[in-house]
C-alpha cells in the first residue's frame, strides 16, 4: 500500500465556481493563525533577550545601554549565586521528581489491585492538580505553620520532633518538596493506574499459567510495557521541576537567606527586584539553550509516536 | 495483572494505606474549606479546632472589605476569551497537522517545543514589550498595555497553543477520513465539511481542550503577577493581596482561596473521565 498525503477530497473534482484551492495551499491557511502568534510570541520574546543580554541593562540607572559584547555573559558564569540557584534547581528537581515517581507508581498499583473504592479515590486524587500552586501553596503556609499548623500538631501528639518547616534553611527546600509532592503525586499515579489498565491481558495469562513469579511478571512484563508511560509522565514533571517558580514565591519567596532560591526565582529577583534587566536576560537566554537542548532529547520519542499515528490514520 | 486471593492482613494493610494515601491529598483542601467557615478565635489557636460555630465573616471580609469579586470577573474575562481564541486557532491548525502533515511534524515540533519555554525566561521580555506595545495606538485600543486584560489574553493564548494543538490533534486523528470524503463526494467545500462534518465530531475533545485551556488559565500566577498591578489582576493574584503588615489573615484567605478554586475543582471532578488524557497531551487514552 502507498502512503501518499491525500486530503480527503483531493480526488474529487472541485465544485465549479469555487476555486480550487490546492490541499498545501489549505492546510497553511489553517495553520496560519496559530503560527502567527507561536512566531511573534515566541521570537520576539528570545531576541529581545538576546539582544538585553549583550548590552548594559541596569533599569535602575534609567534605559537600556551600549552593546558590551559577551561581558553580561562572563559575569553570570562567573557569579556563584547562578550556580548556586543552578544546583538548588538540580537538588529540587531530582528529589521531587523521584518521589513522585515512586510515589505515584506504588499508589497506581495500590489503588489497580483494590476491588473497591478505586472510584472514590481517584476523584480525590484529581483535586490537588486542579488548584493554582499560588493558592493553595500559600495555604500550605498555613498547615506549616509552627504555632497553628495542623502538621506539627500531629507530629506533637506522636511525640515527634516538630521542625521549623519554612524558617529553617536546613529543610525549607524539603518543604517545598512536600508540597509539590502533594501536588503532582496524583499526576504521575492517575497516568500510571490508566496505564496498568490498559495493559494487554494475554502475556499475564500466559504468565500465570507458565507459574511465572509476582516479582518476575512484574520486571519482566509489568514495568516494561508501563515504560512509554512512564517516561512520558517522567519527561513533563521534569520540565515543570525546573521551571518550578509558584511554589517558591508564595511559600519560602527563595527563603529562609537564599535556601530556596531556584534559578527561575534568582532569574525573577534579578530582573524584576534588583533591575538587571542584562544579568536577567542572559540567564533566560542560557534557560531558554538548556530547555531547547533537553526538548530535542525528550520530545523526539513523542513526535514519533505522533508520525507513526499519523501514518496509520 | 495477576489477581491472586490475599490474606485479611494483606486486605487490611492494603485498605489502610490507601485511607492514608487520601487523607493525605484531600486533607489540605477539605481544611482550606473548614478554615474558610471558621470564627477568628478558632484558627488562631492550638491545638487546631474540628468543631466550632461556622460563620461566614470570613467570606464577608474576602468579598466586601476585599471586593474579591472583581479578580474572579478580571479572570473570568481573562480566562474565557484566552480559552475561545486558543480553542478557534488550535482546532484549525491541529486539523491541518492530523489531515495534512503539514511541515511533515517539524512545524509541530516547534510549536510543542514553545510549550517547554520556562515562562520565567520569556517573562522580562514580555513585560518590556507590553509596556511599549500600551503606548502605541493599536495597543491602546486592544487593551494590550501593562495592568490591562488584553496582555495576560495574548501571553495566556502563547503558552497554551501549544498544548491545545498537541492535544487536539490527537482526537482529529481519531475522526476517520473517510467520513469526510464522502461529505466532499456529495458537493460540500472543504470549509463546510469542516464545519459540518469534523467539528462536530471533534466537539467532545474540542470541550476536553477547551476545559483544561480555562483550568490552566485560571490557575496561571507568574504572568499575572507580573503583568498586572491592580486592574487586570486574577484571582491567584488577588490571594496575595490577603498579606498584611500584621500577617496573614488566615480566615479571609481560606475564603478567598475556596472561591478562587472551587469552580475548577467543579470542572475536574466534572470533566474527570478526560483527565488522564488532557493531562498527557493525548498520549495515554485514559
Redesign the interface.
Known sequence: MTTTWESPGSDVVPKPGRAGMSDRMFSILLIAPAMLVTLVFAILPLVQALDVSFRMGDLSRGKLGDYVGLENYRVVFADPAFWSAGLTTLKFTIVAVGLQMILGVGIAFLLHSATFGKGLTRSLLILPLATSAAVTGLFWRYLYDTQFGVINWVLGSFGLPEPNWLGDYTIALWSVVLFDIWQWTPFVALIALAGLQALPKEPFEAAELDGASRWRVLTTLTFPLLKPVLFLVLVLRTIDCVRLYDAVAVLTRGGPGTATETMTFYLYRTGLKLFRMDYASTMAVFFLYVMLVAAVFALTPLLKQFTDRAKES | ???RKSSWPVEVL??G??LL??L??????F??VL?SFKPESA??????QFFFTPTLDNYAHALVDKNFLFYVKNTLIISVISTLIVV???S??A?????????D?H????????K??????????????FRDLGKTAIGKSLHLGLDQHGALI??Y??FN??FA?WLL??FF?DI??EL??S???D?L??LQ?LRKVTFPLAAPGIAVTAVFTL?FC?????FA??LTRKAAST???G??SFFTLQG?L?GP??AA?TI??AP??V???VM?RY??RG???G????
Open positions: 495483572m495477576l489477581r492494603r485498605y494505606t490507601i494515601v487520601i493525605f491529598f484531600f486533607f489540605p483542601i481544611w482550606m478554615t484558627i488562631m489557636v492550638s491545638p487546631p478557534a486557532f488550535g484549525l491548525a486539523y491541518s497537522f492530523a489531515r495534512f502533515n503539514v511541515g511534524g512545524i509541530l515540533f516547534f510549536i510543542l517545543s514553545t517547554m519555554m520556562p515562562a520565567i525566561a520569556v517573562i522580562l521580555p514580555y513585560f518590556l514589550i495574548v501571553s493564548v502563547m497553543l501549544p494543538i490533534v490527537s486523528q476517520p477520513r469526510e470524503h461529505a466532499r463526494l458537493g467545500s472543504r465539511v483550568i485560571w490557575n496561571e500566577f507568574l503577577y507580573i484571582v491567584t493574584v490571594v496575595e496573614i488566615w484567605v481560606a482561596a478562587a478554586v475548577m475543582l470542572f475536574v471532578l474527570q483527565m488522564v493531562l498527557t497531551f498520549a495515554v487514552r485514559g
